[in-house]
């Protein structure tokens, strides 16, 4: 269903981040990239708007808002501006919402 198509999207996405670094190598420049900003569709503004809906979505799973999740934090890791702080503000929300929801402790 949906369900099972957004998560490969997601996964797809997650993989093609990594295409041209080695294990544990991360690019920072995001879409300013010359080398691997074709495959970081989602660096976007619209990427990390339906990135920002999977990962507070009620109906999706865990593990696909926990997949939108970490490409949220791949893009705050970026240095392209616009959508390094749409994707913070993004992940701040993603904590806002999570927080509301546990239930309190002292």
């Given at each position: 269903?949906?369900?099972?198509?957004?998560?490969?999207?997601?996964?797809?996405?997650?993989?093609?981040g990594r295409?041209?670094?080695?294990p544990g190598?991360?690019?920072?420049?995001?879409?300013d990239c010359?080398?691997?900003s074709?495959?970081?569709?989602?660096?976007?503004?619209w990427?990390?708007?339906?990135?920002?809906?999977?990962?507070?979505?009620?109906?999706?799973?865990?593990?696909?808002?926990?997949?939108?999740?970490?490409l949220?934090?791949?893009i705050?890791?970026?240095?392209?501006k616009?959508?390094q702080?749409?994707?913070l503000?993004?992940?701040?929300?993603?904590?806002?919402?999570h927080?509301a929801?546990?239930?309190?402790t002292?």
């Open positions: 269903g949906d369900e099972s198509v957004a998560r490969n999207v997601a996964l797809l996405l997650e993989a093609a295409v041209f670094l080695g190598e991360q690019c920072r420049s995001g879409l010359s080398a691997c074709a495959f970081r569709p989602h660096h976007g503004p990427g990390v708007h339906l990135l920002t809906s999977l990962a507070v979505s009620p109906t999706a799973s865990v593990g696909l808002r926990k997949i939108a999740v970490r949220l934090l791949q705050a890791e970026t240095f392209s616009p959508t702080r749409q994707a503000g993004s992940l701040v929300k993603v904590l806002q919402l927080r929801r546990d239930p309190p002292l």
